[in-house]
């Protein structure tokens, strides 16, 4: 592979012939190995014209006016024919049908290698490699005319892989997929970019996307770069009316990653938790107290922290200056994805505890699979499966069905089973030091006998614990 970036985009500016004014306007970036870009906007935004002008399609099918320059693997576009050019960039377009041209679902996938000269033992070890990447084994013997607009894409994926590019570019891969097929395409596209191959996915379900985990979004609108760079930032500047994001980002534009790396990215502790604060324009003058304040907050006031790269924290501190991150900005609601992961229960608690106690916050989304932290902490659960809502109510009324809450993957906790004993036709589900404190005063209060039963429900219950 060739030193350097894979693809460069400079000042690319393109009006189509009949166009009263230009589709995109001076767009520069590039793009490295390895490194997946997210392309976001509106409808009409240039997102396709974008992925036209990187393969190819534009100049060379479609007419126009096209200043600046696009080069892949160093040679500029307007240079290399379109047939060489299908070699380096591997393309899905916005309607897979389009680009279907043979009658059979092998005979397609064969296609673009035959044309190269592609020996056939080879051709058969690509064929196999690439079906089950991309997990077509049921339609290897299908007509290409039987198939849906979810399999033709899977097959326009396929297609684009057999000849094993450098760089592949999406156009909303996701449009016609399930959530099962969304989700193993984006982990196909992260697999095939962490072994070195360069990925422009557009796409403006943002939200969907970010399996995928994008090192970069570039964000157009009418035409023009909003945004270039990663992600978070990108959560910040976004119009959640015009892209679908993260239901956070609608609510206060504070999310919190459930893996906090994804989420820091700035040289130091100071900086990240002032890029929110500095971008929306906030008053510098109380910025070193916002820092000090945001990480006394999440339990990170030590010495020398503000300078230290983010990333040299340990995961749970990581995870602390991430909300630490969304604090700064001040919001009115904190949406916490798995709070407790990588934490062990006491901070686990102790740290819900923290949230609890922040104020002006009116109100907190978490999204866990801690039953526990989720029963002792929630006024209202969404109990979720197959990417449906189960249940809805309050932690009594959700595991009020035994059947369901298995079928949803959970398990019954001891806790779960001492409030079911103990606090049936009870309002409030309690934890376990208020429920063991509970017991033992309701046992007191009835027969001597039931305080030691009490206390060995305390005991089962603590074990349980430890075990979640
Ligand atoms: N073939 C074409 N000829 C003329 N105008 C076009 C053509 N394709 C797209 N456009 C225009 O260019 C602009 C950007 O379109 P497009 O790149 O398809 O946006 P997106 O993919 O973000 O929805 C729109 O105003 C659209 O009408
Ligand atoms: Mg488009």
Known sequence: MAAGPVLEVESLTFQYRRATEPAIRDISFSLEPGEVLLVAGPSGCGKSTLIRAINGLIPHSYRGELSGRVAVDGRATTEVRLRDLAVLVGTVLQDPRKQLVASTVS???AFGPENLGIPRTEMRQRLAEVVTASGIEHLVERTTDQLSGGEAQQLAIAGALMLRPQLLVLDEPLANLDPAAAYRLLELVRGLADGGTAVVIVEHRVEDV?????????YLEEGGTRYLGPLPGFLDVVDPNLVKVPFSVHLARAHVFQNPSQ???APNVRDEILFGPRNLDR?????????????????????E????????????QQKRLAIGVALALKPRTLVLDEPSAGQDHRSATAFMQEIERIDGLESVYFVT?????????????????DGRIAADGTPLEVIADRERWIACNLRFTSLMEANARWRSGSERFLGAQELAAWVAEASGRTEEGRVSQASNWTRDMEEGLEGT
Do not use: C, K, W
């Open 107 to 109: 005979a397609e996938l």
């Open 210 to 218: 970010l399996e995928a985990r994008p090192d970069r979004v570039l």
């Open 263 to 265: 989420m820091l990215f």
């Open 283 to 303: 008053d510098a003058s109380g910025f070193d107290e916002l820092v000090t304040t945001s990480l006394a907050r999440v339990n990170l006031a030590e010495p």
């Open 305 to 316: 922290v503000e300078s230290r790269p983010p990333l040299t924290l340990s995961y749970g």
């Open 369 to 385: 699979h801690d039953a526990d932290l989720a029963l002792t902490h929630a006024d209202r659960i969404l109990l979720m499966r």
